[in-house]
């Protein structure tokens, strides 16, 4: 077991919950690692693979090719899909190998890459379906389930559709292994001619093309993206300077550079039938479609740019990048981690996230319900009032891959717009952008897991929609984990004497009250926040919890009853009149209810500004740390933009 305590800096929520966390690493002492179930004996991924080698011998071939069976002999937390030899066998009759040999050595080395995720053994028993996080190709591996209906109706579950888990869960000292009956495929393809390789999405990927969007989702690894030299000796030394007590895990970093920066996207597609549905038999039906619902939108473009297809206001160039994101999203992260979903109150609101669209000035709203992702969705559980779009998950999605070395796609079950009802009925509302949202690098990174006691450290420079300054500045992300006091339990850590401007993402035109959500230390620091360099009020002093006057939290009056609301009202009121907020009550710490961040008194919103917004107009939110101590740092958690018409209601906002 390895203790870890914090002093300050970057694991802000164990200091707010003035606790010392114990981590134990599942390799640390292999006393802890269940018996093989196959041997019953305590061994390595490599071992385990040796002891099948009349199973799995191919596989074994491949690996010692490379460097990658040396590696699964030592220290480490894999999991490994390891293809037995009917799956090779497939594989180089295919291929026109005769043997293993003769494989090229960078394909034998993608090949392992592909099915080994090096930062945790996933067990079947850990997630049921979903995204398993990137493998070392840097592609996800994604958990699907079925049921076998010659054997009983038995549970089958598959690697990425194709590759069928023959067995699994095979405990070994750094990790897990798993048997698989198919190579899990990947392509080298970039995501627009994967989608154009799709026969069910051929009207989409024609007009992905014919706007010449495809040309902007062929990026991949940024070329200019420098190897770490000097300026990661610097930041060393300003990420040791802020953590007085260098907390190491065995083998690991404090922190962990993201070492190389890539740009991936993701593309919403309804399928050919979905369009079919709608008198949608081609691209010049789908033009029509998009010309009568972005006239209506943007009435001022009208019939000036309707055959100029490569021009930002062409109604379908519009219509196709209102479809896309500039960042990878699996189905089961789009709102927040899968295990994260146990800690919001679903009698309170639905789970959602926002995020801006590459259609200029356009946001998509994600919500959850029933186990299922919508967008553009308004409503609380079967109280709906927009229905939204229905995302597919894999499992609805037929055997196409769905994605590539920069991105990942998904399909709709209806047509996706940004209408008028989407800015005028469903955005209107309280418009919550969690941290880690606010740039495509911190998703396109191999971010932490959840549960993993990591931070992951971003070159400054590097940061789409982030300009960061200031001597000593250091930007991490801290993985999500029951111990951190955050919504969605995750946040980006800020520190040394920083100066730095993020741009907004685009609302509706319209009087928003701007706030942002943080968590109080006495080491936090002072920060004087400014709305495109004007000043808002005097700075935030990160350092008062509460219950300090000038804040005015106090606890809720319990009780459902008409004097018990009132009196949270009036609380509320007196606190914002002094421009700070509880946080919301739909979210809690760990896995008690009692836990609920509003409870917190250390988890606050402060009022920025209320500003006038227009979705044609681009916004910077700039933060700098007023103190001249590079100790101090923002723990920031999320952004709020609230619209007048909830702020300002005859109801009042929600707690939500």
């Known amino acids: 077991m390895i203790t870890k305590t914090i002093k300050q800096f970057f694991w802000a929520a164990l200091l707010s919950c003035g606790m010392t966390v114990g981590m134990t690493s599942c390799v640390d002492n292999d006393d802890d690692v269940p018996m093989n179930r196959y041997t019953a004996e305590k061994m390595t991924a490599a071992q ?83 995204s398993l996080g990137m493998n070392m190709a840097e592609t996800f591996i994604e958990l699907s389930i079925n049921t076998d209906a010659e054997n009983n109706n038995a549970v089958v579950h598959f690697a990425n559709k194709v590759a069928r888990m023959v067995e699994y869960d095979d405990s070994v000292t750094n990790g897990v292994v798993h048997i698989v009956n198919n190579i899990i495929p990947r392509t080298s393809d970039k995501l627009p001619d994967v989608i154009k390789a799709d026969s069910t999405v051929s009207i989409f990927a024609e007009a992905l093309f014919m706007t010449g969007l495809a040309d902007s989702l062929m990026a991949y690894e940024d070329k200019n993206y420098p190897e770490w030299g ?27 550079w993201v070492q190389k920066r890539y740009f991936k996207f993701t593309a919403f597609i309804e399928p050919d039938s979905i369009y079919k549905k709608f008198g949608i038999n081609n691209v010049s039906d789908l033009e029509a479609y998009a010309k009568k619902i972005y006239d209506a939108v943007y009435p001022e473009d009208a019939g000036l740019y309707d055959k100029d297809y490569r021009n930002r206001k062409n109604p379908l160039n519009r219509f196709i990048s209102y479809h896309l994101i500039d960042r990878v999203l699996p189905y089961d992260e789009i709102i927040m981690r899968k295990d994260c979903f146990k800690h919001w109150d679903i009698d309170k609101c639905d789970p959602e996230e926002f995020y801006e669209t590459m259609c200029p000035g356009t946001l998509v709203r994600f919500s959850s319900y029933n186990e299922q992702l919508y967008i553009n969705r308004k409503g609380h559980k079967a109280n709906v009032e927009v229905p939204g779009v229905r995302v597919w998950k894999s499992t609805e999605s037929g055997s196409s891959l769905q994605q590539a070395p920069n991105g990942i796609y998904h399909y709709l079950d209806e047509i ?82 920083f100066d730095m401007t993020i741009k907004l993402p685009p609302v509706p035109t319209g009087t928003y009250e701007i706030r942002t959500g943080y968590t109080v230390n006495p080491e936090r620091g002072v920060v004087q926040f400014y709305l495109n360099n004007v000043p808002c009020g005097i700075p935030a002093d990160l350092r008062i919890y ?111």
């Open 48 to 130: 385990f693979l040796t002891e099948n080698e009349s199973r799995v011998g191919d596989f074994i071939t491949l690996l010692k090719r490379t460097s990658y069976f040396a590696m699964l002999s030592t220290y480490g937390d894999y999991t490994v899909f390891a293809p037995n030899n009917e799956a090779f066998a497939k594989y180089m009759a295919t291929n026109n190998y005769k043997s293993i040999d003769e494989i090229p050595l960078a394909v034998c080395d993608t090949l392992a890459r592909t099915h080994i995720i090096k930062t945790k053994a996933y067990f079947t028993t850990d997630i049921s379906e979903g």
């Open 230 to 256: 000097a300026d990661k000796a610097s930041q060393d030394s300003a990420y040791t300077w802020n953590l007085s007590l260098k907390c190491k895990a065995e083998g690991s970093d404090p922190i962990q």
């Open 416 to 497: 996706l717009a940004y209408t008028t009802e989407v800015r005028d009925v469903v955005l209107n509302c309280r418009i919550r952008f969690d941290s880690t949202v606010l740039s495509p690098d911190f998703a396109n990174s191999d971010r932490p897991r959840y549960g993993e006691d990591k931070l992951r450290g971003y070159r400054l420079g590097y940061i789409k929609n982030w300009r960061v300054l200031g001597e000593k500045a250091v930007i991490g992300l801290h993985g999500e984990g029951v111990w951190w006091q955050h919504y969605k339990s995750n946040g980006i850590t800020v520190s040394g004497i």
């Open 546 to 656: 509460g219950p300090d006057p000038s804040i005015g939290w106090v606890a809720d009056v319990t009780g459902d009853d008409t004097e018990a609301r009132n009196a949270n009202k009036a609380i509320d009121k007196a606190m914002h009149n002094r421009g700070y907020m509880k946080a919301m009550d739909c979210y809690w710490q760990g896995a008690a209810k009692e836990n609920v961040l509003r409870a917190k008194e250390n988890n606050l919103r402060y009022v920025l500004t209320t500003q006038y917004l227009d979705a044609n107009e681009t916004y910077y939110l700039r933060a700098r740390q007023v103190l001249k101590d590079p100790e101090c740092y923002w723990s920031f958690d999320y952004i709020e933009l609230c619209p007048k018409s909830v702020y300002g209601s005859p109801e009042g906002e929600d707690t939500h």
